[in-house]
T-cell receptor, first 114, second 112 residues
Framework: EAQVTQNPRYLITVTGKKLTVTCSQN?????MSWYRQDPGLGLRQIYYSMNVEVTDKGDVPEGYKVSRKEKRNFPLILESPSPNQTSLYFC?????????????FGPGTRLTVT | QQQVKQSPQSLIVQKGGISIINCAYENTAFDYFPWYQQFPGKGPALLIAIRPDVSEKKEGRFTISFNKSAKQFSLHIMDSQPGDSATYFCAASMSGANNLFFGTGTRLTVIP
């Protein structure tokens, strides 16, 4: 089954404790992206990657890091989480070729930072 | 700055009625306009999309209307059903780019 998986689905942590949210896709997609979803603000892009070893900032990159060492994986790293990073996070992937940019989203990770 | 503005924030419709969600954009370089549907506890999923070379696209009960001169597009859900209750996001992107700019979302509730 074609899918994007994220782990963990739920995470409660404390300020300053480094954490990683994993994302993996099995569709051989070149493009992967991380979003955060907050009430009234919709989905805002954090980082994206056009292919292995190619990453770039989205609209809200502060406080986050990413890496793309393998095509299927795109982990999101919070080196020193703060309460304002409490949010619902989504990973997405899509093909780069062609005119269709349908993005496939993972199930989400709900992060709470206390 | 929100690149795509979406309204209303929430919408309540009777079963069988028409649900209408509106979006507006400023960047004329946008040339792909998808709508995503999100159920509680799930990630968004592509519902329907349109390009500016057509003014309307219909898939079943879902229709996108596109007004290029006004830089607006809307989603119409005909014969709305309780199963359509979800959050809907409009989005836009530019040719050759995969990055999507999302609206703020509309929570639709269809009352039986």
């Amino acid at each position: 089954e074609a899918q994007v998986t994220q782990n963990p689905r739920y995470l409660i942590t404390v300020t300053g404790k480094k954490l990683t949210v994993t994302c993996s896709q099995n569709m051989n997609h070149e493009y992967m992206s991380w979003y955060r979803q907050d009430p009234g603000l919709g989905l805002r892009q954090i980082y994206y990657s056009m292919n292995v070893e190619v990453t770039d900032k989205g609209d809200v990159p502060e406080g986050y890091k990413v890496s793309r060492k393998e095509k299927r994986n795109f982990p999101l790293i919070l080196e020193s989480p703060s309460p304002n990073q409490t949010s619902l996070y989504f990973c997405a992937s899509s093909l780069v070729r062609g005119r269709s940019y349908e993005q496939y989203f993972g199930p989400g990770t709900r992060l709470t930072v206390t | 700055q929100q690149q795509v503005k979406q309204s209303p924030q929430s919408l309540i419709v009777q079963k069988g009625g028409i649900s209408i969600i509106n979006c507006a954009y400023e960047n004329t370089a946008f040339d792909y306009f998808p709508w995503y549907q999100q159920f509680p506890g799930k990630g968004p999923a592509l519902l329907i999309a349109i390009r500016p070379d057509v003014s309307e696209k219909k898939e079943g009960r879902f229709t996108i209307s596109f007004n290029k001169s006004a830089k607006q597009f809307s989603l119409h859900i005909m014969d709305s059903q309780p199963g359509d209750s979800a959050t809907y996001f409009c989005a836009a992107s530019m040719s050759g780019a995969n990055n999507l700019f999302f609206g703020t979302g509309t929570r639709l509730t269809v009352i039986p």
